[in-house]
């Protein structure tokens, strides 16, 4: 059975720093991706980076130069290192393994940025 469990969410102070961690257990084949959505409250989930099976990485513009998305293939984690945070950047942060068979989620961490 796979699991995306997240880690590192919590209530920072605006301009600080915040590590998401996501440990994916369980056989996924043909892996084309992971990433990282947000969900505001009142909002869609969208998607902050993803990172591809070859290492290429893609970004919303609103953190471009902000967030770093990477992954330790060896530890099967995904993470993402938020760089001077914003109160915008509240929102609950989830964690996806998008394949070929099937698109995989975590429960969520939630990232509270206060002014």
């Known amino acids: 059975q796979v699991q995306l469990v997240e880690s590192g969410g919590g209530l920072v102070q605006a301009g600080a720093s915040l590590t998401l961690s996501c440990v994916v257990s369980?056989?996924?084949?043909?892996?084309?991706?992971m990433g990282w959505y947000c969900q505001a409250p009142g909002k869609q989930r969208e998607l902050v980076a993803r990172?591809?099976?070859?290492?290429?990485?893609n970004y919303a513009d609103s953190v471009k130069g902000r967030f770093t998305i990477s992954r330790d293939k060896a530890k099967n984690t995904v993470y993402l290192q938020m760089n001077s945070l914003k109160p915008e950047d509240t929102a609950v942060y989830y964690c996806?393994?998008?394949?070929?068979?099937?698109?995989?989620w975590g429960q969520g961490t939630q990232v509270t940025v206060s002014q």
């Open positions: 996806n393994v998008d394949s070929s068979w099937s698109d995989y």
């Open positions: 369980g056989s996924i084949f043909g892996i084309k991706g």
């Open positions: 990172i591809t099976s070859d290492g290429s990485t």
